[in-house]
């Protein structure tokens, strides 16, 4: 009989997820010098296991957008998600 195998612990997955995420964004200019977009998905890879990983990473994230509103808007069209409202005036109610 097999014996069933134990998943680790949720704090030694994200501990390996948040290295194997700086990993890739350290290998990213190795991966951007060969021939090809190579480098743009290593990248996007890395930031993604960052972003879903660190909460140090989260609210970097949101501060930088919160600053550059455009390069936000641009995020969110890239990921095909509904705008965030961040650098837009509130609209003016009327009652």
């Not at 990213?28 to 021939?35: D, F, K, W, Y």
């Not at 190579?38 to 996007?44: K, L, Q, R, W, Y």
């Not at 390069?71 to 005036?89: F, Q």
């Amino acid at each position: 009989m097999c014996s069933a195998v134990k998943a680790p612990p949720d704090s030694v997955l994200r501990i390996v997820y948040l290295g194997l995420g700086w990993l890739l964004i350290v290998l990213t200019p190795i991966v951007g010098a060969l021939p090809g977009p190579g480098g743009i998905f290593v990248f996007a890879g890395g930031a993604a296991l960052l972003l879903k990983n660190s909460n140090w990473v989260k609210r970097a994230y949101v501060r930088y957008t919160r600053r550059y509103p455009s390069h936000g808007r641009l995020a969110d069209k890239v990921l095909r998600r509904a705008p965030a409202p961040r650098g837009r005036a509130k609209p003016e109610r009327s009652d």
